[in-house]
């Protein structure tokens, strides 16, 4: 059998005896799959249909042993690693072409212990997993709002979801974590062990080692909810978004609402002759009860005349689930995001120029409306920096033909450039592009804790084998 050839982590290509394979091999539970094997194919694909790498091998694992010995395989031949958990980052960073991936996304199991409301989460599962089994008993942990996605990489930096103004980040509400450190040791971090590593793991990526499993605290929810979705011309734009930024000052934490510039749907409830024209859809959760939840959306619905209404009341898990048909496997896909600082009316009409340039009617500009419990953490408590945001806005190219990539991902380049000037320059790290300017990325997004995670990532993984946004030179830290 030939050698595999494979990266080591200072770039050179290097050639893994069949026997060293064969070793990890007999350590291993779940598959290890190489080019030509029948999985393989689907194995390195992620969710981003732009991402095409081709790594050397995949350790597909079951559990906690097999992601030790997969490290400890990386350690001691000092492999070039990607972790991969739900696979829906858009930079595809789970990926390493010629590397090691180390694959978590058949670890899927939830358990739930509802007298102390505490979800334990292993770490390939995905959002509709936890809302799943946390809904048998009422209960929900804050995460996104696709269903379909990843919850390592959404909580390793940061979490941001319909409950974030009630109950804060996904990382605000993580109790504890199983990881494993490159030295294959398995750890426990949270507020009675490890104290440091729990510090930086809540907002500081995937630098620090392999997490395995994630508590969440789980709060009360459902089953029942209402979500709010007036669809109007974007010709309104100026008198929908102002007074949606007034209402959501204001607005109870229950409440929280992305402004989207986006196509009107091609749905029955929407008149044909607004098909495929651009518009603003309000779209909102009220995570309280129900009865609430209709009063707290109707001044929201009825700020003048929409084209549509498709406001409902809907279980949890349908909410959940809202918006995952809009973001299909395999699609083309380059996100980006900014906080911005000022949401006047320059700012609102900026966007609506750019909605109307966008070459796929697919695309959109989220504006999420944040504040709340998530404001109300103090910036030192956790690496995420960003806490006083009341508004990100999402710059979201969506497309399908390989053809039309340059033009789309222009389109997002251009708005990204041009809404600097309402911004510090700090945007969330789970909506990075293709992290093509880290260094700033990771000053803006960090702010002075920046030092502070440097140093914990040189305490937990001094060789740089853990392959998140730190991974950059240790003496050089910021630059
Ligand atoms: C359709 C869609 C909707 C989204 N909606 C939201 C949203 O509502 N809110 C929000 O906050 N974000 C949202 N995101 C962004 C999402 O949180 C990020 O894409 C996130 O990285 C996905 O996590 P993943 O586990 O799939 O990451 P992957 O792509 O599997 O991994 C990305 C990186 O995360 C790190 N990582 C992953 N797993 C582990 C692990 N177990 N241990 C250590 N490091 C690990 C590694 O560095 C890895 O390279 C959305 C993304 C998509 C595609």
Redesign the pocket.
Known sequence: MPATKILSRDGTLISLPDSAVQNLKNNFQGQLLQPGDSEFDTARK???GLIDRQPALIARCTGTADVVAAVNFARDHKLLL?????????????IADNGLVID??RMRGVEVDDRHKIAKVE??A?LGDVDGETQKFNLAAP????S???????T??????WQVRKHGL?IDNLASVE?VAANGQILRASTQENEDLYWAIKGG????????SFEFNLHKLGPEVWMSAPVYPLGKAREVMTFCRDYMAEAPDELMVIGVYWTAPTIQAVPAQHYGQPVIILLGCYTGPPEQGLEAIQPLCSITEPIADLSAQMNWLEAQQF?DK??PDGGL?Y?KSLYVERFDEDLIATLATHTKKRPSLESSIDVWFLGGAMSRVPDFSTPFHKRDATVMVAIEANWHKHEDTDANIAWARDVYDDLQRFSDGAG?L??PGFVEDKNNMLRACYGSNLPRLMKIKAKYDPDNM????LNIAPDNPGE
Do not use: C, E
Not at 156 to 161: A, D, F, I, K, R
Not at 205 to 212: A, D, K, L, W
Not at 466 to 469: A, E, Q
């Open positions: 992620v969710w981003n990607s972790v991969r958990s739900g696979g829906h980052n858009v930079s595809g960073a789970a978590l996304s770490g390939g995905l995460l996104g709002v696709v379909q996605t990843g919850v390592a990489g959404l390793l930096h940061g979490g941001l979801g996904t990881i990526g995937g630098n620090f080692g392999i997490v395995t918006l809009d973001y896909y996100w969330y789970n909506f853990f392959p998140g946004l």
